[in-house]
């Protein structure tokens, strides 16, 4: 599995626990993919002959299918996007105006927070517990519906805690969608090919008769090592399909179809590249949680999927942005404040395992060690 080429410097640089890019090279079946795509004319408007227009959202199908038993019209469910941003950002818009509510457990992804105050729409937190592993909570989530509330996010697995929803996680949160038919829910789908442990990833999109009220989100930027190619999907009911299109089409005029074509490749051929990547991965988390059990005090939820820890720094300092400054001045480790995540998130700091490798995480951690400051008391 070829790696990016070091472009840190002579002294190796700051350490970057910081960014969710995963330092290894899009497979080369992608990249010739895109390649073959290009030269046989994928450059207009419209699809070269020969290519089809639905390659992608058939592929996304098909992972639906084998994987989950879930049966996907590709034609009028599902959209490709501009990276799972684009997804998420399009499925709020096709589904709320600005004054509507959207509960949100958290901590969780940062960027959604971000793009609810550009969309006016105010997020309803239901803080999840570290001492329950971060788990997701259906009870909370249920008592916190109202008649403003419009959508529900679920980030599943979760950044930045890694926490996987269980059958009855998922069975809960169906029954809820159940009991208020107005409520749509945001399913962030993004790291579910990167599991441990033996761990199993489930989706509502199995559930037919919730179809109008599902968004689920999926990227190609995390499992296939493509985050600058930016390409996502989502999958919705036809309507918000519909809506979604409109949306995409006046943004942007819709995704490349050399690009689509190469993400139809990597969900159809290249499930050996993301099984060594999640080998390799996994030896990244071992030497992060590793290095983390040697740090007095700093307790840390061992996560399921993904590429994110999120460790209890709040015996040190319960100010999370001035804690991340220092250690990048003083550790020149590059980190995320956890309170970007939530509330819930204020005392921790998300620490990433998928852009170095384990010896400079390992260096990484104990610099961050030996520059903490003291105890509180
Ligand atoms: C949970 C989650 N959702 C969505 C995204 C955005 O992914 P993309 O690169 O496909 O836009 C990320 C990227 O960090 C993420 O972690």
């Not at 709320?96 to 793009?115: M, Q, W």
């Amino acid at each position: 599995m070829a790696e990016q080429e070091d472009q840190r410097g002579g002294d190796g640089g700051p350490i970057n626990l910081w960014v969710a890019d995963p330092g290894f090279e899009t497979d080369p079946r992608i990249v010739e993919a895109f390649d073959y795509a290009v030269r046989r004319g994928c450059t207009h408007y419209f699809p070269a002959a020969g290519f089809d227009e639905f390659a992608l959202p058939k592929a996304v199908a098909k992972y639906y299918l084998d994987g989950f038993g879930a049966n996907l019209d590709p034609l009028g469910e599902v959209s490709a996007t501009h990276g799972a941003q684009e997804a998420l950002s399009l499925s709020i818009q096709a589904c709320t105006r600005p004054g509507d509510e959207i509960i949100v457990p958290e901590p969780t992804y940062s960027v959604l927070i971000e793009k609810l105050e550009i969309f006016g729409v105010k997020p309803v937190f239901v803080s999840l517990m570290e001492e329950d592993s971060w788990r997701l909570d259906p009870g909370a989530i249920a008592s916190a519906v109202t008649d403003k509330t419009r959508m529900i996010f679920v980030c599943n697995p979760n950044n930045p805690t890694g926490t996987v929803c269980s059958r009855e996680d998922m069975d809960a949160l169906a029954a809820i969608l159940r009991a208020n038919r107005g409520v749509s829910m945001l399913l962030d789908e993004c790291y579910a090919r990167i599991l441990y442990d033996g761990g199993a990833h489930r989706t509502l999109l199995g559930e037919r008769e919730l179809m109008d009220q599902l968004f689920v989100v999926g990227s190609f930027s995390k499992a296939y090592a493509m985050t600058g190619w930016r390409l996502g999907y989502v999958v919705a009911g036809k309507k918000n399909t519909e809506r979604i299109k409109r949306l995409s089409f006046e943004y942007n005029g819709g995704v490349s179809y050399a690009v689509q074509y190469a993400g139809a490749v990597a969900l159809g051929e290249c499930s050996d590249f993301v099984e060594r990547m999640v080998g390799e991965l996994t030896r990244r988390r071992r030497a992060m949680l590793a290095g983390l059990s040697e740090l007095r005090d700093v307790p840390c939820v061992v996560p399921q999927a993904g590429f994110e820890v999120f460790p209890d720094f709040s015996a040190y300092s319960r100010n999370s942005k001035a804690l991340v400054a220092a250690l990048e001045k003083e550790a020149r480790v590059k980190t995320m404040p956890g309170v970007e995540y939530g509330p819930s998130g204020e005392g921790h700091i998300r620490l990433v395992f998928c852009s170095e490798d384990s010896e400079r995480i390992s260096e990484g951690i104990s610099r961050i060690g030996r520059c903490l400051p003291p105890r509180r008391s």
